[in-house]
């Protein structure tokens, strides 16, 4: 757009023209609700909180393998890059990003302190160590400096025990660090929660027992459950391709609150299949085909397909009925009335 000439609107008609030649003329169409025309005209401060709005959150993915940090981001998903050079210095800016890329990446992999979060295992351990177990290094000693210096949010895979557990990682050499997330799938938040509310329990205890201990009075961040999940289009598909881009969807501090999102997440797919029934005329089929594979994926030579879709995995089902698809019962599947059974320990 040529910010020289000024664009013109339905006003600057209706004065420069007659009342007869505008009751002759045609109404001009009405813009588009998403579309802000005037923006590139609005002075730079009230520019700059919008771009700042603008910045998109994301989850940074932090593996350690064979002595290397290989990060791992989102490809696409800083659309202020993207718009304009005014968009980008206002996001270099306000999101204070930074490269973390190494030699393994195959492209720039940046990460704001501000509104990213990173994502890692903090490699979990026995409350009390066993007589003769492996020290196992801080897999944070390995972060550059500058890296630790400025994250302030952080997501950590939860621990799949009934057993307390403690991280190996020191938390607390983050100095700025603002909120620790157990990560959990949105569709998992039923048959996991045991595990997920008993990690950030331990989260817990690991600063009130060790840290505080060592550290007296340090600052105790904001410590809760994050669920992950597919946003936009993705939300309604089935398969999602090798990229991992799930979001931060909801922030969840007891069972209730999970209970309810769950409940959301349930209803929102009935009211997704009602539709796909209603556009199909209630005929909503679910073919599901079977194929016998290897241990690489692929499928084992000599074998049939069977398309007909009436006989099930191999020769001996021939005839036989095929079973009913799965069927999703709109509340809280296989968790216990009560609360994880973790006392509270002095």
């Known amino acids: ?100 890329s190494t030699s393994s990446s195959d492209e720039p992999v940046f990460f704001s302190p501000i509104v990213d979060s990173l994502l890692f295992e903090p490699i979990w351990t026995d409350l009390i160590p066993k007589p003769g177990a492996k020290v196992i290094p801080d897999p944070l000693d390995s972060l550059p400096a500058s890296l630790r210096a400025v994250v302030r949010n952080i997501m950590v895979h939860p621990h799949y025990s009934d057993e307390r557990k403690r991280p190996t990682t020191q938390i607390e050499k983050l100095p700025k660090l603002e909120q620790v997330l157990v990560a959990a799938d949105e569709k998992s938040l039923g048959f996991q929660s045991k595990f997920i509310l008993g990690t950030a329990y331990d989260i817990k205890l690991y600063y009130a027992a060790d840290v505080r201990r060592r550290v007296p009075g340090f600052r105790v961040p904001y410590i809760a459950v994050g669920c992950l999940g597919w946003t936009g289009t993705e939300r309604r598909k089935m398969h999602h391709g090798v990229q991992d881009t799930r979001e931060l969807v909801r922030v969840c501090e007891n069972e209730a609150q999970m209970r309810e999102h769950l409940r959301e997440v349930r209803e929102e797919e009935w009211r997704f299949t009602q539709g796909l029934q209603g556009a199909t005329g209630g005929k909503l089929r679910l073919k599901l085909n079977f194929r016998s594979v290897d241990a690489t994926g692929r499928r084992r030579s000599g074998e049939k397909g069977d398309a007909s879709g009436e006989r099930g995995v191999g020769s001996g089902h021939v005839g036989k009925k095929r079973a009913d698809p799965p069927v999703y019962e709109r509340g809280l599947a296989n968790v216990l009335e009560d609360p994880p059974p973790y006392a509270e320990t002095e």
């Open 1 to 100: 757009m040529d910010l020289s000439q000024p664009s013109i609107t339905a006003s600057d008609v209706y004065l420069s023209t007659s009342p007869s030649q505008t009751a002759q003329s045609q109404p001009l169409p009405a813009p588009s609700a998403q579309a802000f025309t005037l923006f590139p005209n609005l002075p730079p401060e009230l520019r700059a909180p919008i771009w700042k709005h603008a910045l998109t959150r994301r989850i940074i993915k932090w593996t350690r393998t064979a002595n290397q940090n290989i990060f791992t981001a989102p490809k696409n998903h800083i659309p202020l890059f993207n718009v304009c050079k005014e968009s980008r210095e206002i996001a270099m800016l306000y999101g204070e990003y930074i490269d973390i």
